[in-house]
């Protein structure tokens, strides 16, 4: 039954790794998101695409690849992680129109020795 | 672009009491959304209460209400009677009407931590 889900929950690796959150939602939505929350919880968009197309990519590092196999699935793949990337990244989604509020997944917390 | 300011990084009410939470935001739009999340220690981001901006009257969930005043781009929350079950961050967030690359973005507060004392 749930919603918005991301896997892993916890994801701890080392510096240089790549690695990849994988986000699914259930909801019939066709606008999906990620967010970067950071150690001080500032949240913030990285990426949004409606019905597999990319529509925000807000100056993220191209070391970040988004890919929507289909609308109700949106990965994150990062390549040569570094520590700054240490986070808590959140999927979301919603219907693009109106104002439909954003369904959140629990997040995936990102560590980096 | 939109900003989105919490000034209260903290605050605290006993439990059954009134508290507020403050927002402002500064924005050129006309149309636009208005929300307000709830994160507890768990991490879910959990929709609180939204706001239309082209209506007057405030919307209102249960125990809590907004005090939306658009003319001072001012959005708050009120939450009543306040349980042991509402100590969490609270973001407040806002989302443009307008079409383009924007268009569904969650611009977000710094957030305000709210604690609940028994």
Known sequence: ?????????????????????????????????????????????????????????????????????????????????????SAVYFCASSRRQGNQPQHFGDGTRLSIL | AQTVTQSQPEMSVQEAETVTLSCTYDTSESDYYLFWYKQPPSRQMILVIRQEAYKQQNATENRFSVNFQKAAKSFSLKISDSQLGDAAMYFCAYRSAAGGTSYGKLTFGQGTILTVHP
């Not at chain 1, 699914?24 to 990426?47: A, C, P, R, V």
């Open chain 1, 1 to 85: 039954d749930t919603a918005v889900s991301q896997t892993p929950k916890y994801l701890v690796t080392q510096m240089g790794n790549d690695k990849s959150i994988k986000c699914e939602q259930n909801l019939g939505h066709d606008t999906m998101y990620w967010y970067k929350q950071d150690s001080k919880k500032f949240l913030k968009i990285m990426f949004s695409y409606n019905n597999k197309e990319l529509i925000i990519n807000e100056t993220v590092p191209n070391r970040f690849s988004p890919k929507s196999p289909d609308k109700a699935h949106l990965n994150l793949h990062i390549n040569s992680l570094e520590l700054g990337d």
